[in-house]
């Protein structure tokens, strides 16, 4: 090809891709004021919108809990019943009842703490369940843990940034940029049924901080950001109480904006992640059968980074998909009983019951909520 004739290719895939985002974007609005709900603030719709279902566009909603701890079954089974949400529960399981001849013998001569082998068992057994009951999509949840009462409409504009996000992976188009949605896009989908389109491994929504792809990593660049009132403002997000720095978000993005882009580069913890049925699959070959060497989110952070598929080309590389700030974030209850060493992003104080990143806090309302107060009498833990 001439360099000529390679601008005019490029030109061309250009404004093909352009095309077919407007007719994406004028389907998505379009279907949404048929429905006769074109509002606005369609992302701050109550807390039991309807329009999402009790397993959230997922086929289930799977929450790992060890028996012996029932204060948190107790506080997630209130926690879900007042968002609407429908559980299946899966034991976890203790590193102690994990015998070495069941790792995989890469494990073999590395240090991996009991606590290590009990989660990646549990892991483990949720992935089994999905192909045994083949489950088409699954949302993965630890037990301590906590989102926003508006987390079902939070979640329709994810799914809708993620479809964009999948769109522009898909379309062969290298070049890499942020695209906005603009703040009436929300409500675009909310009469239909949430779904978060196809061709993806892992939803990644519940963590404890996640970097943005840096350009040697080989993963997608593309950033999916729109403006979300449910997010707190820059003073609220640092990478811990006493950094200096600005969390990365406030640097690079406007305030109150959340950000869908590729899941790997930093992603820890594993408060929420989502698989698909091939997610599944994938995962447990990899670092069920063929590898483990450290915690459960470490491996599933390299294995969306590619860490492990380096030789694998393209289409079949994992495509994890992540969001920041996350919508599902580990509960720190009062004297910061949590057994994490290391917490991670977002604003931690341990001198009071907190969940990093949340404004309306469902823990942190669970008092208004139970005596039916709604939303109007929630506290917003973050104001400006
Ligand atoms: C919610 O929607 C998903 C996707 O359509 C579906 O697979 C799942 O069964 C639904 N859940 C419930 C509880 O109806
Ligand atoms: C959750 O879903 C199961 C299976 O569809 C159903 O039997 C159960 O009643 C549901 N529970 C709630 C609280 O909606
Ligand atoms: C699993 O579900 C898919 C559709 O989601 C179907 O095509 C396939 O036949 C099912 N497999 C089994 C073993 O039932």
């Not at 093909?16 to 407007?22: E, I, R, T, Y």
């Not at 949430?194 to 491994?201: F, H, I, K, P, R």
């Not at 974030?329 to 019951?353: A, F, L, W």
Request: with cysteine; proline share 6%; hydrophobic share 35%.
């Amino acid at each position: 090809m001439s360099p000529c004739t390679a601008r005019m290719h490029y030109l061309y895939r250009l404004v093909l891709l352009g095309v077919s985002f407007a007719c994406l974007w004028f389907m998505l609005s379009q279907r949404f004021c048929l429905s006769g709900f074109c509002t606005e603030h369609g992302a701050l719709r109550s807390a039991n919108d309807d329009t999402i279902n009790a397993t959230l566009g997922f086929e289930k909603l799977f929450v790992i809990n060890l028996p012996a701890r029932s204060d948190r079954r107790d506080a997630m089974t209130l926690t879900g019943a007042l968002t609407g949400l429908n559980f299946t529960w899966s034991q976890g399981v203790s590193g102690g009842q994990v015998p070495d001849k069941d790792l995989p013998v890469d494990s073999i001569d590395k240090t991996i703490t009991k606590g290590n082998k009990g989660s990646w068992r549990a892991h483990m057994n949720v992935l089994q369940a999905i192909l045994n009951q083949n489950i088409s999509s699954a949302l993965i949840l630890e037990d301590d843990i906590d989102w926003d009462i508006r987390l079902k409409s939070q979640l329709q504009t994810v799914s809708h940034a993620t479809i964009l996000y999948l769109h522009l992976l898909a379309s062969s188009l290298s070049y890499q940029r942020t695209i906005t949605l603009p703040a009436s896009s929300p409500p675009g989908l909310s009469r239909q049924k949430v779904t978060y389109g196809s061709n993806w491994d892992v939803l990644w929504l519940g963590h404890c901080g996640a970097d943005f792809p840096s350009a040697s990593s080989h993963l997608p660049l593309h950033r999916i950001q729109y403006p979300d009132e449910t997010m707190p403002g820059p003073s609220h997000l640092r990478p811990h109480p006493l950094a200096g720095t600005d969390d990365i978000l406030n640097v690079q993005h406007p305030p109150h904006h959340r950000v869908v882009h590729a899941a790997g580069a930093g992603t820890i913890c594993t408060q929420a992640y989502a698989v698909s049925h091939r997610g599944a699959a994938r995962l447990l070959w990899k670092l069920g059968l063929e590898t483990f060497t450290t915690g459960f989110d470490l491996m599933l952070r390299d294995w969306c980074g590619g860490a492990y598929e380096k030789d694998v080309e393209g289409t079949d590389r994992p495509v994890c998909v992540t969001v920041q700030p996350p919508l599902f974030v580990q509960h720190y209850g009062k004297g910061g009983e949590s057994d994490i060493t290391q917490p991670g992003g977002g604003y931690i104080d341990r001198g009071k019951e907190m969940s990093p990143y949340l404004m309306k806090s469902v823990r942190l309302n669970l008092g208004p909520l139970v005596k039916g107060e709604g939303m109007e009498g929630c506290r917003n833990q973050w104001p400006d």
